[in-house]
C-alpha cells in the first residue's frame, strides 16, 4: 500500500527556535499534500493545503508566517514552524492523497517547545 | 451544526463482541466514506475507503454508507484488545481537492 513518512517522528526545541518537519510520499506522487495539528485525545485540525510549485491554502486561523509550508517537489512538503513557543506543542501529521481518493498519513511529527 | 458528527466514547466491549461506530453528516455533496484507526501517538492508519452509498467488507471490517439518512458505519467483528483504539471517520465531496472533512474520533476499549 501507499506510504507517506515524515521526519522527524519527535523533536525538543528551545523556545524561540525554528523546526522543519519533512513529509514524504514514498512510492507516489502528490501534488497536494495536507498539514494537520493533534491535540491530545482532539482530532485532527486541517492547517493547511501544501501544492506543488504553488503557495500553500491556509485555514482561517492558522498563521501563515508562523507556520511556512514549502511543496518542493511532487514527493515532498515540509511545514516549518518559525519561532517556535510552547503553546506550539503539539503532534503534526501529514497526509497525501493518491489519484483514486484515498488519503494515506503520515506517522506524525511530536514537538515538545521547551 | 457541525458538518460531521461521531461520538467521541470511550466505547467499551467484551473481547469478540460486534462494534459498531457511527458517524453522521449534514452535506449531501460528500461522496468519499474512509475510516481510521489511530493508536495513541500514531497517525492514523486507513481502514476503509468508500465510493458513494453501499457496502464494503474486508476482513472482520465492514464500512456501510447510507447516503439517504447521511450516515456511515464501520462494523468490527470478532473484536480484539488490540482494536483498542481511536477510529476516525473522513469524508469529501468530488471536488478534486481531497480536502476531507474528520469527525471527532470513537475511542474504543476491547476488554480482554
Known amino acids: 500500500g501507499a506510504v507517506v513518512s515524515q521526519h522527524p517522528s519527535r523533536v525538543i526545541c528551545k523556545s524561540g527556535t525554528s523546526v522543519k518537519i519533512e513529509c514524504r510520499s514514498l512510492?507516489?506522487?502528490?501534488?497536494?499534500m495536507f498539514w494537520y495539528r493533534q491535540f491530545p485525545k482532539k482530532s485532527l485540525m486541517l492547517m493547511a493545503t501544501s501544492n506543488e510549485g504553488s503557495k500553500a491554502t491556509y485555514e482561517q486561523g492558522v498563521e501563515k508566517d508562523k507556520f511556512l509550508i514549502n511543496h518542493a517537489s511532487l514527493t515532498l512538503s515540509t511545514l516549518t514552524v518559525t519561532s517556535a513557543h510552547p503553546e506550539d506543542s503539539s503532534f503534526y501529521i501529514c497526509?497525501?492523497?493518491?489519484?483514486?481518493?484515498?488519503?494515506?498519513f503520515g506517522p506524525g511529527t511530536r514537538l515538545t517547545v521547551l | 451544526q457541525k458538518e460531521v458528527e461521531q461520538d467521541p466514547g470511550p466505547l467499551s466491549v467484551p473481547e469478540g463482541a460486534i462494534v459498531s461506530l457511527n458517524c453522521t453528516y449534514s452535506n449531501s455533496a460528500f461522496q468519499y466514506f474512509m475510516w481510521y484507526r489511530q493508536y495513541s501517538r500514531k497517525g492514523p492508519e486507513l481502514l476503509m475507503y468508500?465510493?458513494?452509498?453501499g457496502n464494503k467488507e474486508d476482513g472482520r471490517f465492514t464500512a456501510q454508507v447510507d447516503k439517504s439518512s447521511k450516515y456511515i458505519s464501520l462494523f468490527i467483528r470478532d473484536s480484539q484488545p488490540s482494536d483498542s483504539a481511536t477510529y476516525l471517520c473522513?469524508?469529501?465531496?468530488?471536488?478534486?481537492?481531497?480536502?476531507?472533512?474528520f469527525g471527532t474520533g470513537t475511542r474504543l476499549k476491547v476488554l480482554a
Open positions: 512510492d507516489f506522487q502528490a501534488t497536494t
Open positions: 473522513a469524508m469529501s465531496a468530488l471536488s478534486g481537492t481531497y480536502k476531507y472533512i
Open positions: 497526509s497525501a492523497p493518491r489519484g483514486g481518493g484515498e488519503q494515506f
Open positions: 468508500t465510493y458513494s452509498s
